[in-house]
């Protein structure tokens, strides 16, 4: 069935670093979501990919969606304390009759000072 | 204006047993999503309502239901609890469903840390 891959689970970086996670899908999605969570707390959306090859940057963030709409990144360049936490996608499949979100497993990114 | 509230926060129940777990979601979002946390599956979604119509749902058990009322307050019931439906029950709430490719966000509640004994 549908199923949403993330890599990597855990990524420990030192400050000043990037910071790439992957996110690779069995089927084409309609669109594909980004959140992050910080230890204890709950999800928080980052942003929404829609189109084809769409780009879109928030200040160090960069997210990524593929061609065929199967595929999505989030980049994040120099990496600061601020940005520990885990990183989900969450792809969104219309489906015949109701929809359904699949969302990755996250990556815990770790940042040393 | 008010985030997403969650009741309870936490909820101690025995296997068997059935649960209700209520979601009010900003001011003006007719959308509420549900979502069960574990540390084993991770985050996954059980369902959406919309203008109190299921529009989406995952691959749950029917032992897991829910609906939405005309003030876009939303309940999830959970009935013959088992061990494994022990989690941190989350929703979320947007002004526009899922899917439907503009770039609302989704904002999430607390959470309802359910254990089940």
């Known amino acids: 069935g549908q199923q949403v891959m993330q890599i990597p689970q855990y990524q420990h970086v030192q400050e000043g670093e990037d910071f790439t996670t992957y996110c690779n899908s069995s089927t084409t999605l309609s669109n594909i979501q980004w959140y992050k969570q910080r230890p204890g707390g709950h999800p928080v959306f980052l942003i929404q990919l829609v189109k084809s090859g769409e780009v879109k940057k928030q200040k160090r963030l960069t997210f990524q969606f593929g061609e065929a709409k199967k595929n999505s990144s989030l980049h994040i360049t120099a990496t600061q304390t601020t940005d520990v936490g885990t990183y989900f996608c969450a792809g969104y499949d219309r489906g015949s009759t109701l929809g359904r979100l699949y969302f990755g497993r996250g990556t815990q990114l770790t940042v040393w000072p | 204006k008010a985030g997403v509230t969650q009741t309870p926060r936490y909820l101690i129940k025995t296997r068997g047993q059935q649960v209700t777990l209520s979601c009010s979601p900003i001011s003006g979002h007719r959308s509420v999503s549900w979502y069960q946390q574990t540390p084993g599956q991770g985050l996954q979604f059980l369902f959406e309502y919309f203008s109190e119509t299921q529009r989406n749902k995952g691959n749950f058990p029917g032992r897991f239901s829910g609906r939405q009322f005309s003030n876009s307050r939303s309940e999830m019931n959970v009935s013959t609890l088992e061990l494994g439906d022990s989690a941190l029950y989350l929703c979320?709430?947007?002004?526009?469903?899922?899917?439907?490719?503009?770039?609302?966000?989704?904002?999430f509640g607390p959470g309802t840390r359910l254990t089940v004994l």
């Open positions: 979320a709430s947007s002004r526009t469903p899922l899917g439907e490719g503009g770039t609302d966000t989704q904002y």
